[in-house]
């Protein structure tokens, strides 16, 4: 193997947006997550959407204007 071509492997601290935090290794010293074990869905039994970029809310405002219109 080549040496020296290889990113450095250290402790991680991973911040969710929940408050939850967590310790890793990784190549990178900190990460922020959108979701978690501690508040996603799946792992909480919440029914829930997770949308950062609107496309629910564009999906029923396409749509929901065309259902009027007929």
Same mark, same amino acid.
């Given at each position: #193997? ?13 911040? @969710? $947006? @929940?408050?939850?935090?967590? $310790?890793? #290794?990784?190549?990178? $010293?900190q990460m922020r997550i959108d979701v978690c074990s501690q508040c ?26 065309? $259902?009027?219109?007929?």
């Amino acid at each position: #193997m080549k040496e020296k071509i290889h990113p450095k492997f250290t402790k991680a601290e991973i911040k @969710c $947006a @929940c408050g939850a935090t967590f $310790a890793t #290794m990784s190549t990178v $010293a900190q990460m922020r997550i959108d979701v978690c074990s501690q508040c996603h869905p799946a792992f909480t039994g919440e029914e829930r959407f997770v949308d950062t970029l609107g496309r629910v809310e564009r999906f029923q405002r396409k749509y929901t204007s065309k $259902a009027k219109e007929s």
